[in-house]
């Protein structure tokens, strides 16, 4: 018996000491990723909702009070109203683009600016690097709220990443993420990487970055789809799932390689009762150096520039008013 006790204090002591050093070892990972983004603090901060991880300061870096890069919006809706909800990450946010540069706000204009479509708003909720289990509870959450005619989802190729053990949000995920225990952080981080190896290496996943990403999670990708189709389903908003193509390096859109990955996910998307848009058709006239954007220390597959943004507002439009999602009563044609 004292040998149980004696081994039992040994494991809680030594747990103990882990999780101190564990502690010890996040506070200084978190104060190097501070100092590679001093402004982090300045516009984001931690989230009431936990699951959210982290959301940005109202009334900061050109946030709204609601926390989004848009202009200020009201949950009430005026009458004769149409009102688009936009919900998505940094491509919707408009990352590298000024506010009216982004194709939220340019489809907004060209709507309005038509003889027979009047009184349009976009509302955006959109925040940098949010994966889409982070979009469902903006979602099932917030959009609702705003009393929305249509829904138009901004789906881009690393959305399924999980905002905390996969890096598809500038470390965001890591910064803002406060494990409760350190010690069970660790073990959890541990298992999902062996578990993401043993399903890559059983399903034979392609070692593309996206590819492997839907492969290893195509059933959580099809959960997630077949929630907001639940959701516009329920609430009778029909909803446009954008597909955004990535920028291949080296590569123009006549030889894309992820051309069967849009088709998945047009197939899911559509079987869930949404209303399927694949910008790799409105992309394919142009070279994917007119419309990306560049920097000088990365390549960048994900974020237009301004005339990428337009060529996408240009297209949802043409195509809202092809498929008439929207007309001049608060309703959209089923």
Known sequence: ?????????TLLICLFLWEIYLRYQYKKEHDILLSQNKNRDLCST????????????????????????????????????????????????????????????LLKKKLNESSDYKNIEVIVL???GYSTSQELIILENEALKYNPDLI????????????????????????????RFHVLHF?????????????????????????????????????????IGQVSKSNNIPVLFLIHPIFEEGKDF?????????????????????ITLDLLDAFKPYNPDEV????????????????????????????????RLIKKSNNALQ
């Open 1 to 9: 018996m004292f040998n149980i006790l004696l081994s039992a204090l």
């Open 152 to 179: 138009i989802w901004s789906y881009v190729l690393n959305d399924p990443a999980h905002p905390v053990f996969h890096n598809a949000n500038g470390a965001a995920g890591q910064y803002f993420f406060k494990p």
């Open 126 to 128: 959109a925040r940098s």
């Open 254 to 274: 006549n030889t894309y390689t992820l051309t069967a990955l849009h088709k998945k996910l047009t197939d899911i998307a559509s079987k869930s009762g949404l």
């Open 46 to 105: 931690y989230a009431s909702d936990p699951r959210l991880i982290y959301t940005y300061i109202p009334n900061k870096c050109g946030n709204n009070s609601q926390g989004y890069r848009d202009y200020e919006q009201s949950y009430e809706k005026m009458d004769g109203n149409f009102r688009i909800v936009l919900i998505g990450d940094s491509v919707a946010n408009g990352d590298g683009v000024e506010l009216g540069e982004t194709f939220g706000q």
């Open 187 to 227: 073990i959890a981080k541990r298992l999902f990487a062996k578990r993401e190896r043993w399903i890559r290496k059983i399903k034979n996943c392609d070692k593309e970055y996206h590819k492997r990403l839907h492969c290893v999670y195509w059933d959580q990708v099809e959960l997630n789809i077949a929630k």
């Open 292 to 323: 990306k954007q560049h920097s000088s220390t990365w390549y960048d597959p994900w974020h237009p520039n301004a005339k990428g943004h337009m060529i996408i507002a240009d297209y949802v439009y043409n195509k809202t008013i092809e498929k």
